[in-house]
């Protein structure tokens, strides 16, 4: 299933390396078609709860799932050590950054 750019998807599972966690909420910013019999992909840019980028990570399709009506956003603070994005607000400066 192919989802639409810039629409928000809840994370299925946690990525501890990212300090992301099943529920958190993203922004798909890319849609990744896999190759024959390889599962697609999404880039997706995470906010902070003020609109602020704090990562922008590419998952699985498997990873994400469609926000729905029968669902509440909740908010949690932030792991220490993602507090790395401090300056880096927006996508193009989050990039380029990832790309030294």
């Avoid at 993203?26 to 840019?45: F, K, M, N, S, W």
């Avoid at 998952?59 to 908010?75: N, W």
């Amino acid at each position: 299933m192919k989802y639409d750019l810039f629409i928000r998807m809840a994370l299925t599972e946690d990525l501890p390396g990212r300090h992301l966690r099943r529920g958190d909420v993203a922004t798909v910013v890319e849609h990744h078609p896999g190759r024959p019999g390889q599962e697609p992909g999404y880039t997706l840019e995470v906010f902070n709860a003020v609109g602020e980028t704090v990562d922008v990570v590419t998952v699985r399709e498997s990873q994400i799932e469609r926000l729905t009506a029968a669902e509440l956003l909740s908010v949690r603070p932030m792991a220490a050590s993602t507090r790395w994005w401090r300056g880096r607000q927006t996508l193009p400066s989050l990039l380029q950054t990832c790309v030294r």
